[in-house]
């Protein structure tokens, strides 16, 4: 079922007289909208305003400049909170201003996959992957990977946390949770 742009996922299970609605993680992903990140390259169009139309890259500090609204902090926030963050600005120049943004280029949702794997680097994440959709990205494991014994480093802040990564488990059913969701900035090391 599509509303706006949002697409949601449901399961419907009936048994008997009664209906039981089972929300699949895609949607709770899906509901939360894009988060913008450096990188990302965004069109915005202001409606019947030509000089106002511009291809902005949201810089490395999470920010981007556009005409009559100056600079706008992008970190964190979703394309529909930009554009009511560029119209509202706006409003002080162009009574009732349509804004559209969109997402030309994600380029900003990026994880690393280093290691024994066979095609080692950065890969885009569109919208998400989880550690063995990654390493499926990254060619395969090489022969010579510890295959028990992958870890994922994620920073939070000036932190690092590292999450251990059974590879032979997952592949027989088990551990299943620990085939997490990776998140832009995530490292998948393949020992």
Same mark, same amino acid.
């Given at each position: ?23 699949? @993680? ?26 106002? =139309? ?22 964190? &926030? ?5 554009? &009511? ?18 997402? =030309?280029? !994600?380029?900003?949702? &990026? ?48 932190? =690092? ?7 032979? /488990? ?6 299943? /949770?620990?085939? !997490? ?9 393949? @020992?």
């Amino acid at each position: 079922m599509l509303l706006g742009r949002i697409f949601l996922v449901v399961r419907v299970l009936v048994s008997s007289a009664a209906c039981f609605f089972f929300v699949t @993680p895609a949607h709770a992903q899906a509901t939360a909208g894009y988060t913008v990140k450096p990188g990302d390259t965004l069109e915005i169009s202001v409606w019947k305003e030509p000089d106002l =139309q511009r291809t902005v890259l949201v810089r490395p500090d999470g920010a981007f400049s556009f005409p009559l609204v100056g600079e706008v902090d992008a970190r964190g &926030k979703t394309v529909s909170e930009l554009n &009511k963050t560029v119209s509202d600005r706006l409003t002080k120049f162009i009574s009732d201003a349509v804004v559209t943004i969109s997402v =030309q280029e !994600i380029k900003g949702n &990026k994880i690393f996959v280093l290691g024994q794997v066979n095609k080692p680097g950065e890969f885009i994440v569109n919208p998400s992957v989880n550690i063995m959709q990654a390493l499926s990205m990254a060619g395969g494991m090489t022969p010579f990977a510890a295959t028990n014994d992958i870890i994922v480093l994620r920073g939070q802040g000036t932190q =690092q946390k590292a999450m251990a990564f059974r590879y032979n /488990d997952v592949v027989r059913g088990r551990s299943l /949770d620990t085939n !997490i969701e990776l998140l832009s900035g995530d490292i998948v090391v393949v @020992p």
